[in-house]
């Protein structure tokens, strides 16, 4: 059996609420210089980029010197650096808090603002803000809400128990609840457990139901009907974790999620900035024992649905 490389701390900061990047050099490659390797691996970068970086120290190893140009380039090695960032649209929000102590802390995220950063998403993003805003750099998210989903998430203030928290959500001890806002079918029977086999491939942006024994299993209630208007107020539990799991079973379900860019029908992104149609699911409830603390704890989120709340 394999053993797994440890990987060495990050020798710098966070920047801005904003962790460095991490490269390992491949085991196996061309390169003489670990610059060689970063300008093929960095070839959509600007021109320059690595060399300017180099020349500024912005480059270092695990012991936190340097990288020069001429350093060798040595396989398994691991080299960290702060991206440029992104210009990005501000989420024009407000992030709640509802719970802060030692351990934790418990943000009520806004719709179209992601958990985590990724892809053109870094700044605006709930880690990167509660960092900053906190002043707490070794915030982690100990899981994570979709980046059109608001609603409840938990985020760790020590490294050290952030393990302790996500074996939480891996081991399914965490009791959640979602809201939701879809059409009304007076056909469709509630309350049901749906069980199904989701599939999410990589760059596909919908999941899908195929064949197989049931990786999601979600609880689907009625909680109250406005029969003029055709539209209901859902309330979820889900008993498992797959991408997207509610949505595709609301829509397995002949009543899709109002906003929902991708079930039943994949539509075009919206141009940056526009916040007009949020998707209706929020993460309502998160119930558990703390693994720390041994403390029972049952938050609320403070959000409302708007297409139920406006109407």
Sequence with gaps: MRRR????????????????????????????????????????????????????????????????????????????????LPT?????????????????????????????????????????????????????????????????VLFTVRPEERGAYQSLFRDRLVRKEYEAVAP?????TLPRTVRS?????????????????????TRVELAEVREREALARYRLTPHTGQTHQLRVHMNALGVPILGDPLYPVVTEPGPAGDFRRPLQLLARRLEFTDPITGSEHRFHSNRTLTAWTTN
């Design 5 to 84: 490389t440890r990987i060495p701390p990050a020798p710098l900061p966070a920047r801005d609420g904003v962790d460095p990047v991490r490269v390992r050099l491949p085991a196996e490659g061309p390169w003489e210089t670990v610059r060689a390797h970063l300008v093929a691996r960095l070839s959509g970068a600007p021109p320059g980029l690595v060399d300017g970086m180099l020349a500024a120290g912005r480059i270092v190893g695990a012991d936190g010197r340097a990288v020069t140009p001429d350093d060798p380039y040595v396989p398994g090695m691991y080299v960290w650096f702060h991206r440029e």
């Design 88 to 152: 990005e649209v501000p989420v024009p929000f407000e992030l709640g808090i509802v719970h802060q102590d030692a351990h934790l802390v418990v943000a009520d995220k806004p719709h179209f603002l992601a958990t985590t950063p990724r892809g053109g998403h870094v700044v605006q993003t709930a880690l990167t803000r509660l960092r900053r805003d906190l002043g707490v750099p070794t915030l982690s998210p100990a899981h994570r809400l979709d980046r059109l989903t608001a609603g409840l």
């Design 184 to 188: 009304y079918d007076p056909a469709l």
């Design 197 to 217: 086999r989701i599939l999410k491939e990589r760059g596909v942006p919908a999941a899908r139901q195929v064949p197989g024994e049931p990786n999601a299993v």
